[in-house]
């Protein structure tokens, strides 16, 4: 089940909703736990039970090591263990093929043949459990002794299946008491509405472009740019869009979840684009895996050792492949120079980085749809006049000249200009005028009619 759907929107949704506020406060975590399960169970019914062994297995050792607080060789023993069976059953529904095929490449040894389908949000809910063992450790938050509220804080469907990440610290207090009021729930409703026009009125007909340019037998210079671009922008409608729609169904329920992007093709640098893109993922690998290893508090070799492996670390957590992890090692070393060589020049000419830095971002995006590292560097290729049949082409010419009105609103709705106009209310819903509601139910209509006429409705983020 996605957000984006039918029977989502008029169906799963207000019943939850109804049940949830006809409830009493005490019954509400309870209520919303069920409906998050029957949620994932829509999908994968199978995975479910894994769903409640993560739960389970998590909600025990999270006892476990608050029991040894006061023994921190036990406790740090405890965490281990906790963290290592969340990462083998991570590593095995995820990682399994792409590392018996590198073996067997490398040696010749055949590990026995696995065909699974990789759990829809495991990556994202084995990363906030991985949190609450690891606050609950650091003593930065108390565990949890109700079982359902910790099933929730696993399970809760706004954020389950492609985030944000959230972090246990962060809304251990809303799972005991959270505040529900009308003016909240009036700013969810205009989250949702908005990130279900960036993802079916945007994203997806952007995905059109850039699969009908993928498709093509040979690749123009132009055609090629022109599918990187709208790639560019549909995953980033398309994943923002999501994370809008989530952070709105939280505020729906009562809960405050952390914005997860802001304007990132605005960056000026590199640097600037991931502290704007996938917030609560730079945030969970700087907080877990960057500090621990010393950050940048460390001499300049060893901290370049620690960007490289956060960066490895990062693109392979979005796939196993080894374009995934190109990617990331890819941005570790744009990082790694702009941190020694370039900060001064995008800082003192901001239009340079800009430019700079979304050349750059076009370019690793490319590593990022491509589904081989030898494909992706082919199109890269393309990119760049190696081996095309010329600059244009028909084809190319065709999709920019048919896409130009929705590369332009695409542009203009990744800006902080329209982020003004269309999000000026959400934290005034006093304020809302006939107009403004007009406006926003016809939103929703459009979503809704062009969700109803086309069946072009992917959702990136469920392969990671």
Not at 81 to 110: D, P, S
Not at 274 to 300: A, C, D, K, M
């Amino acid at each position: 089940m996605v957000f984006s759907s039918i029977f989502f929107i008029f169906s799963f949704l207000p019943v939850t909703i109804g049940v949830y506020y006809l409830a009493p406060h005490r019954m509400r975590n309870g209520i919303l736990l069920l409906a998050s399960l029957f949620f994932y169970a829509w999908g994968e019914p199978v995975y479910l039970f894994l769903m409640l062994y993560s739960i389970l297995f998590n909600y025990v050792m999270g006892i476990d090591i608050a029991r040894k607080k006061g023994r921190k060789r036990r406790a740090g023993g405890s965490l281990f263990f906790g963290v290592l069976v969340n990462l083998l059953i991570l590593g095995f529904f995820k990682y399994y093929g792409f590392l018996a095929e590198n073996i067997q490449a490398l040696t010749g040894w055949m590990l026995p043949k696995i065909s699974l389908p990789l759990p829809i949000g495991l990556s994202f809910y084995t990363f906030q459990s991985l949190s609450y063992l690891i606050d609950v450790y650091r003593g930065k938050a108390q565990h949890q002794r109700n079982i359902l509220s910790f099933g929730l804080y696993i399970s809760m469907f706004p954020q389950l299946v492609a985030g944000p990440i959230v972090q246990y610290a962060d809304i251990d207090a809303q799972l005991k008491n959270r505040e529900e009021s009308i003016d909240r729930f009036g700013q969810g409703v205009q989250y949702f509405i908005w990130g279900l026009a960036k993802k079916v009125l945007l994203a997806n007909n952007l995905g059109v472009v850039h699969e009908a340019v993928t498709a093509l037998p040979s690749l123009s210079v132009l055609s090629a740019w022109v599918g990187a671009f709208a790639y560019t922008f549909q995953i980033y409608y398309d994943f923002s869009g999501y994370s809008d729609m989530a952070i709105g169904l939280g505020k729906m329920f009562g809960f405050e979840l952390k914005e997860n992007f802001s304007h990132p093709y605005c960056a000026r640098s590199i640097t600037e684009f991931w502290r704007r893109w996938h917030i609560s993922l730079g945030s969970w690998f700087r907080e877990y895996v960057y500090i621990p290893l010393g950050g940048n508090r460390v001499g300049i070799l060893r901290h370049i050792c620690n960007l490289l492996l956060v960066w490895a670390l990062t693109g392979l957590w979005h796939g196993a492949s080894w374009n995934f992890v190109v990617w990331g090692i890819y941005y570790g070393a744009l990082l790694i120079v702009e941190k020694y060589l370039l900060h001064r020049v995008t800082e003192r000419i901001p239009i340079i980085g800009t430019i700079y830095a979304m050349l750059l971002i076009l370019v690793g995006w490319v590593f990022f749809f491509s589904p081989t590292l030898a494909g992706a560097l082919e199109y890269l290729r393309a990119m760049f006049g190696m081996g095309v049949t010329g600059i244009t082409d028909d084809a190319g010419m065709y999709y920019l000249l048919t896409s130009l009105v929705l590369f332009w609103f695409s542009w203009v709705f990744a800006t902080p200009a329209a982020s003004r106009i269309t999000g000026k209310n959400m934290e005034k819903p006093n304020t809302w005028t006939p107009l403004f509601l007009l406006v926003h139910m016809g939103i929703f209509f459009v979503a809704v009619a062009y969700l109803i006429h086309d069946t072009y409705n992917p959702f990136l983020y469920f392969r990671f």
